[in-house]
């Protein structure tokens, strides 16, 4: 089974820190994707990777940064945290292939900035 | 850009009832993806079709390509089936809908 884990499963910040999410998957995936999940707006894009070293924006990249050095892992950055920023953040991976682009999610880790 | 709508945003059933929810998109897609989110966050992936049916237990997915439209069905509904349910459409990215939250009644 494709095993996606996530750093935290609840974590919580000051405004104006540096936060740092990690996400690890098992299967050798070359997409990584970070999203954000809020009542009423469903998941956001705010990130994908489609390879080492490869970034894309999504929908919402304001306030946020990624880094991929390696393929099993995919880190979403929050430079200065603010309120607005929490959130349940969720990573999900998939490697291209028959079918379509079928998506592995981790658990979520649930962010709050006070 | 894709437009996905679902409906109904929330739904009450009781148990053993049969239930349907159903996902719209706006533009061609090669896949559409159906997940299933559990209180706690974990998102699960039920079904991913481009075309006809799928079914996997007590759970029926179909798709109808012209329409642009999908259905996810769930017979005899039990308790343990209440979630919130996402459809995805993959037209090179995901694009998700909002979710139907499920609650099923003993």
């Known amino acids: 089974d494709v095993k996606v884990t996530q750093s935290s499963r609840y974590l919580v910040k000051r405004t104006g820190e540096k936060v740092f999410l990690e996400c690890v998957q098992d299967?050798?995936?070359?997409?990584m994707f970070w999203y954000r999940q809020d009542p009423g707006l469903g998941l956001r894009l705010i990130y994908f990777?489609?390879?080492?070293?490869?970034?894309e924006k999504g929908d919402i990249p304001e306030g946020y940064s990624v880094s991929r050095e390696k393929k099993e892992r995919f880190s979403l950055i929050l430079e200065s945290a603010s309120t607005n920023q929490t959130s349940m953040y969720l990573c999900?991976?998939?490697?291209?292939?028959?079918?379509?682009?079928?998506?592995?999610f981790g658990p979520g880790t649930r962010l709050t900035v006070l | 850009k894709n437009e996905v709508e679902q409906s109904p945003q929330n739904l009450t059933a009781q148990e053993g009832e049969f239930i349907t929810i159903n996902c719209s998109y706006s533009?061609?897609?090669?896949?559409l993806h159906w997940l299933q989110q559990h209180p706690g966050g974990g998102i699960v992936s039920l079904f991913m079709?481009?075309?006809g049916k799928k079914k996997h237990g007590r759970l029926i997915a179909t798709i109808n390509i012209q329409e642009k439209h999908s259905s996810l069905h769930i017979t005899a509904s039990h308790p343990r089936d209440s979630a919130v349910y996402i459809c995805?459409?993959?037209?090179?990215?995901?694009?998700f809908g909002s979710g139907t939250q499920l609650t099923v009644l003993p």
């Open positions: 999900a991976s998939s490697s291209p292939g028959q079918g379509g682009n079928e998506q592995f």
């Open positions: 299967m050798d995936h070359e997409n």
């Open positions: 990777s489609y390879d080492v070293k490869m970034k």
């Open positions: 533009v061609g897609i090669s896949a």
């Open positions: 079709l481009s075309s």
């Open positions: 995805a459409a993959i037209s090179g990215q995901l694009t």
